[in-house]
T-cell receptor
Framework: GAVVSQHPSRVICKSGTSVKIECRSL??????MFWYRQFPKQSLMLMAT?????????EQGVEKDKFLINHASLTLSTLTVTSAHPEDSSFYIC???????????FGNGTRLTVT | GEDVEQSLFLSVREGDSSVINCTYT??????LYWYKQEPGAGLQLLTY?????DMKQDQRLTVLLNKKDKHLSLRIADTQTGDSAIYFC?????????????FGKGTRLHILP
């Protein structure tokens, strides 16, 4: 089945630094990938839709200058949290689908802690 | 309402069946999904059902879909301790010409010995 790999699984950084999270589709090409954020004991909040070769589409309330998304190839999307603050600490999960209506497959998530 | 809704908690004795219910809102949803999330992990696709189906069974999992009532359920037969997790119901929904997946808040399944 479709596999999505996400790295790193856990990262701790200091306030003001930037952190990059990678999302790769391992055995399929994904023209679209999705980035979600999950707060403790809550559901997933869609942050943005990452489109290969074009700009990401951000959900309302998500700062595009803070959460930079780059979808450089059909198998890789990156999310960079710039100038991280403690309130950015969260669980970030990427997902991808290999065709229009197929199910989403998720990475294992990245737990970001900003100190 | 706008949300995908599901109860937050369910406790079941080991060996019994678990039934997790969900209501969704978009009658034009093409796919409905069940995902499982174990502590500290991402989401694992358990099963999904196309909107023109009423039922889908896969080993211990049975999904029932009632389109008229926009109600989806997941039945886990012979519940094991390894089934303890959060289960998310999700629907595909067209929003601004994009096909997006909208998740419920998740049902935490607790297995009693």
């Amino acid at each position: 089945g479709a596999v999505v790999s996400q790295h790193p699984s856990r990262v701790i950084c200091k306030s003001g630094t930037s952190v990059k999270i990678e999302c790769r589709s391992l055995d399929f090409q994904a023209t679209t990938m999705f980035w979600y954020r999950q707060f403790p004991k809550q559901s997933l909040m869609l942050m943005a839709t990452s489109n290969e070769g074009s700009k990401a589409t951000y959900e309302q309330g998500v700062e595009k200058d803070k959460f930079l998304i780059n979808h450089a190839s059909l198998t890789l999307s990156t999310l960079t949290v710039t100038s991280a603050h403690p309130e950015d600490s969260s669980f970030y999960i990427c997902s991808a689908r290999d065709s229009g209506n197929s199910p989403l497959h998720f990475g294992n998530g990245t737990r970001l802690t900003v100190t | 309402g706008e949300d995908v809704e599901q109860s937050l908690f369910l406790s079941v004795r080991e060996g019994d069946s678990s039934v997790i219910n969900c209501t969704y809102t978009d009658s034009s949803s093409t796919y409905l999904y069940w995902y499982k999330q174990e502590p500290g992990a991402g989401l694992q696709l358990l099963t999904y059902i196309f909107s023109n189906m009423d039922m889908k069974q896969d080993q211990r999992l049975t999904v029932l879909l009632n389109k008229k009532d926009k109600h989806l359920s997941l039945r886990i037969a012979d519940t094991q301790t390894g089934d303890s997790a959060i289960y998310f119901c999700a629907e595909s929904r067209m929003m601004n010409r994009d096909d997006k997946i909208i998740f419920g808040k998740g049902t935490r399944l607790h297995i009693l010995p």
